[in-house]
């Protein structure tokens, strides 16, 4: 069955960076793009960027251009965000997900990324 | 970042239908049929339910559909059960260059 399962919760440091892991299981990685989407506590969904796992061409929102790298590792089947310049605005849950056609099939379970302050 | 707007909560007793609706422009929504729905608990991460507009994943209940009509799409569910209690969040395909995805607000659902 697939299955995404992402890395554990993270406590950052202002201006900080964190780096989130998914990986990926029960189907062949790079068939499927994965995208990552956060939530703020209490907030929407929030949409930040995504990887054609495949060929590794990635595109970002517009939001957190230039702060957002999303990678894989096809030997370990796992894929990454990066988020850098944390401040308190980016304590949210972060989710991968991973799309089939215009839509996400299955979600991680999610990573709490928090401030120390 | 563009949203789509969805109200804020919808209540209903066992039993009854309710429906949720997601506004957007013709740049999403009402451009392209890629509108989904997600349903979250509380502490959970998100569940798919409708896809493409009014496909159902295998495992949901057809006590689960949806709809559009121009700009606005729509999640009914019929048979309310207190399982159904939780957040539902629309989702859709935009052709916003700075994007690839837009979400809804969320709605939060309440079985009375």
């Known amino acids: 069955q697939v299955q995404l399962v992402q890395s554990g919760a993270e406590v950052k440091k202002p201006g900080a960076s964190v780096k989130v892991s998914c990986k990926a299981s029960?189907?062949?990685?790079?068939?499927?793009?994965i995208h990552w989407v956060r939530q703020a506590p209490g907030q929407r969904l929030e949409w930040m960027g995504w990887?054609?796992?495949?060929?590794?061409?990635?595109k970002y929102s517009q939001k957190f251009q230039g702060r957002v790298t999303i990678a894989r590792d096809t030997s370990a089947n796992t894929a990454y965000v990066e988020l850098s310049g944390l401040t308190f605005e980016d304590t949210a849950v972060y989710y991968c997900?991973?799309?089939?056609?215009?839509?996400?099939?299955?979600w991680g379970q999610g990573t709490l990324v928090t401030d120390s302050s | 970042q563009s949203a789509l707007t969805q109200p804020a909560s919808v209540s209903g007793s066992p039993g009854q239908s309710i429906a949720i609706s997601c506004t957007g422009t013709?740049?999403?929504?009402?451009?392209?049929?890629?509108v989904s729905w997600y349903q979250q608990h509380p502490g959970k991460a998100p569940k798919l339910m409708i896809y493409?507009?009014?496909s159902r994943p295998s495992g949901v209940s057809n006590r689960f559909s949806g709809s559009k009509s121009g700009n606005t799409a729509s999640l009914t569910i019929s048979g309310l059960q207190a399982e159904d209690e939780a957040d539902y969040y629309c989702?859709?395909?935009?052709?916003?260059?700075?994007?690839?995805?837009?979400f809804g607000g969320g709605t939060k659902l309440t079985v009375l």
């Open positions: 997900a991973r799309r089939l056609v215009r839509h996400f099939d299955y």
């Open positions: 029960g189907y062949t990685f790079t068939n499927n793009a």
């Open positions: 990887i054609n796992v495949g060929n590794g061409n990635t």
């Open positions: 013709s740049s999403d929504v009402g451009g392209y049929n890629y």
């Open positions: 493409e507009v009014s």
């Open positions: 989702s859709s395909y935009t052709n916003d260059i700075t994007l690839d995805v837009v």
